[in-house]
């Protein structure tokens, strides 16, 4: 009884809380995950395999950051598509379909670059990029 | 598309899974752990497919990515002797200059994509209103005892839109994948395979039967 005659106020409390504390927004947001998180996923995985790439002087690992890097847009593809299967869009399917060739695609520089990896190794004995130089003047 | 409960949490440990591996998999000094470390990052992202309710793509990338890409990996990790990286003598990055500049480059970049992707989103929201229903069609799937009919439902309509809209592509993709075979069979010969080919110009050869005596028999055997 008593809590009903107080619940106009603490009607409003609450709702002034929500309206006003940026942290409870954050944490609602964080308890149900959408489009904008996995987009933020895949940004991150995209940054660390440019990072690789950029960085690191074995060429098989700078190979495997581009993996991370497709694979990051292979992300956003199957989020995009979820996002738009929910919203009732006609083509949702797109974005799997471009995810399989983009794995199609990854698979094949895969090979060939193991490939030219390989040979490179065969004629100059090593795996840093640095030194494979051959081009430079 | 918002996940709840359980998915929420899910969400959350196979994000943070794939983003440490992947950070381990640009750190890590040999590059046999760099291959393991991208293979757990690579089927953490297949679970947040599956999260995303693409089974079948989550499938092709555990098949294809772990089953054949990185067991191609770890194949040429093996063949090209990488002792010096193991042994902790030979720096594993660039120089420290080259590596500061990239990686304020991939700060910017990140600030950059993050900016870009929150804003997009808010337009994204004000265009359709949040809180959207499930769509119909998720809805009039027939659900069966064990669940999985959704599951089987999803490859059927991937492949049905896949030879649909995108017969095309997909005949592109397989000579693609053939050339790729070709490329790649015929870029890791070796010389003598190329000698004994009769695939080798003359001038070089001319060259190399000073230095290795052996391959002129070969030569003479192909003739």
Do not use: C
């Given at each position: 009884m008593m809590l009903n005659s107080f619940?106009?106020?603490l009607l409003l409390f609450f709702q002034e809380v929500v309206e006003t504390?940026?942290?409870?927004?954050?944490k609602i947001s964080a308890m149900n995950p959408d489009l904008?998180?996995?987009?933020?996923?895949?940004?991150?995985?995209?940054?660390?395999?440019?990072?690789?790439?950029?960085?690191?002087?074995?060429?098989?690992?700078?190979?495997?950051?581009?993996?991370l890097i497709l694979n990051a847009a292979n992300l956003n593809f199957?989020?995009?598509?979820?996002?738009?299967?929910v919203t009732g869009n006609v083509n949702a399917l797109a974005g799997q379909i471009f995810t399989v060739f983009v794995i199609v695609v990854a698979a094949a520089e895969a090979a060939i670059g193991l490939g030219i990896v390989?040979?490179?190794?065969?004629?100059?004995?090593t795996i840093w990029v640095d030194e494979i130089d051959l081009l430079k003047w | 598309m918002t996940l709840s409960g359980y998915e929420a949490l899910f969400f959350w440990i196979f994000a943070l899974a794939a983003i440490f591996a992947g950070l381990l998999t640009v750190m890590a000094r040999n590059a046999v752990h760099s291959a393991l470390f991208l293979i757990s990052s690579l089927v953490s992202v297949a679970a947040l497919f599956v999260l995303a309710r693409s089974e079948f793509i989550a499938g092709v990338q555990i098949l294809v990515y772990v089953g054949g890409v990185m067991?191609?990996?770890?194949?040429?990790?093996?063949?090209?002797?990488?002792?010096?990286?193991?042994?902790?003598?030979?720096?594993?990055?660039?120089?420290p200059r080259q590596v500061t500049a990239s990686l304020i480059f991939c700060l910017l970049l990140v600030g950059g994509l993050l900016y870009a992707s929150s804003e997009g989103y808010k337009g994204l929201q004000r265009l359709r209103p949040a809180a959207q229903p499930e769509s119909a069609r998720e809805r009039s799937l027939s659900v069966s005892g064990t669940g999985s009919s959704q599951i089987t439902r999803n490859t059927e309509r991937v492949g049905g839109s896949l030879f649909r809209y995108a017969s095309l592509p997909f005949e592109i993709a397989s000579v693609l994948l053939l050339v790729a075979i070709i490329g790649s069979v015929m870029l890791a010969r070796t010389l003598k395979q190329e000698v004994s080919a009769d695939d080798v110009d003359p001038e070089v050869l001319k060259d190399e039967i000073v230095r290795d005596p052996e391959l002129a028999k070969l030569e003479r055997r192909s003739e």
């Open positions: 619940s106009p106020a504390s940026r942290w409870e927004q954050m904008s998180k996995f987009l933020v996923i895949g940004a991150l995985l995209f940054i660390i395999g440019v990072a690789g790439v950029l960085t690191r002087r074995n060429i098989i690992v700078i190979f495997m950051s581009i993996e199957i989020a995009f598509s979820r996002y738009l299967e390989i040979a490179l190794y065969r004629n100059k004995e | 067991v191609l990996f770890l194949f040429v990790i093996m063949l090209v002797n990488v002792g010096a990286e193991e042994r902790g003598t030979d720096e594993i990055f660039n120089k």
